[in-house]
């Protein structure tokens, strides 16, 4: 089950490195999407050790999520492009350094914005950008849904990059509150493209985290959907605490639904 992933917290990570080990479960690292950590160099460098060091001897997968508060990397404001960029690149020097698979960030498309020149402006300083770092960088970086209420504008910034190392994290906790379009046209326009997922739930008004279960998400719905994909993607169970995560876990394996029973995940 390695390609289930759960978010350790530095500060009880032993439980959670027991729990990785009792389900055979791998790990996103969520430290470095954090400004208060990217910002205190202090703070980041201590971090960064303590993963070295303790991930050293963990046998599954890791991947992390990268910056994205405020993140804007096709901004026309050049310094807050600089900055945003300058995130993204310390980011993915960190899961390098890690050994990480993969690494999330944001797509920081806001479609409430409806002038014409910000999406064009939006997918051509993007897509530049995210090229340029797949290129650069050794290792998969994943677009995870925010706001966007459909997702052919994901689709059309993945056809604009044309680099097979980037793919599509799909955050169904997002796409319950912000998508206007169900899951199956997501699927159906994104297809293979989706190769990670964070699961969590809501009750579609707030990105809340809820356990699974506990907001009003249609799982079984869901699950019909994804094992309709070719290879399977990796799942990400995207709550804090470890009770939730437990929590998580007991309403999938009793409701039978993705990652349980399991299938051709992604390698």
Known sequence: MNNIFIQPQLESYNPYLKLAEKYNFSFEIVDFASPAVLNDMQEYRYRKEFYKHHLASFTNRITLHGAFIDVLVSSPDQAIKRASQEKVRICLETAV???????????????????????ANYLQQSALF?????????????????????????????????????????????????????????????????????????????????PLGAGNIDWRGFNNEIQQLTNLPRVVLEVKGLDRIEQSIRYLKENKIYPWPKKNFIS
């Open 130 to 210: 995210w090229r340029r770092m797949a290129e650069e960088y050794s290792i998969e970086i994943l677009l995870e849904n925010m706001w966007e209420f459909e997702p052919n504008t994901i689709a059309e910034l993945l056809d604009n990059i044309y680099n097979t190392k980037v793919n599509v994290c799909l955050d169904l906790g997002h796409h319950h509150v912000f998508g206007r379009e169900s899951l199956a046209s997501w699927l159906n326009v994104l297809g293979s493209r989706v190769s990670y997922l964070h699961l969590s739930d809501n009750k579609g008004d707030i990105d809340a985290h809820l």
């Open 97 to 119: 350094e890690l050994n990480a698979d993969s690494i999330v960030f944001h797509t920081g498309f806001n479609p409430v914005i409806r002038n014409p020149s910000y999406k």
